[in-house]
């Protein structure tokens, strides 16, 4: 099957099996600040925009994404300029292991398009899909703030 839709600002067309999950697709066109985390929609490491909304990518299917807009985490930056919440995230040391670092970047920009000024209570509520082991959630909390 193929499937038509913007991703990363561009138009593509790209083959999937039925049945196959964007984050597999994502991940096979090298895209690899999706990670790999669940498979079950828990810890948010596949995190993505669709449409500007953050979805877990493992619990989208590809058929459902025709004519969307998807956007990783490879958007943001050329390895030379980077996104405004990956600045916050170095400054702040919000970064340790930096697995589930995409998935709560895309979380807080999906935020910081609906709430250009969110209040603490609203970015820990965006980042409830997140798991994160390493940093307690403060320093991104912080970050994003």
Do not use: W
Not at 21 to 48: I, M, P, W, Y
């Amino acid at each position: 099957m193929k499937v038509d839709f913007i991703l990363n600002d561009r138009p593509v067309t790209l083959a999937a099996e039925p049945g196959a999950n964007l984050l597999e697709l994502l991940r096979e066109q090298g895209l690899f600040s999706v990670k790999h985390g669940c498979d079950h929609g828990e810890c948010g490491a596949c995190t993505v925009l669709l449409n500007d909304n953050a979805v877990n990518a493992c619990l989208v299917l590809v058929h459902t994404v025709a004519g969307k807009r998807i956007e990783t985490a490879e958007k943001f930056s050329d390895h030379e300029n980077l996104h405004p919440l990956q600045e916050k995230f170095i400054e702040s040391g919000a970064i340790q292991c930096g697995f589930c670092t995409p998935g709560m970047i895309m979380a807080l920009e999906a935020l910081q398009r609906k709430n250009p000024e969110p209040t603490e209570a609203a970015v820990r509520d965006a980042l409830a899909g997140n798991l994160c082991r390493c940093t307690g959630y403060v320093k991104p909390v912080e970050a994003a703030l």
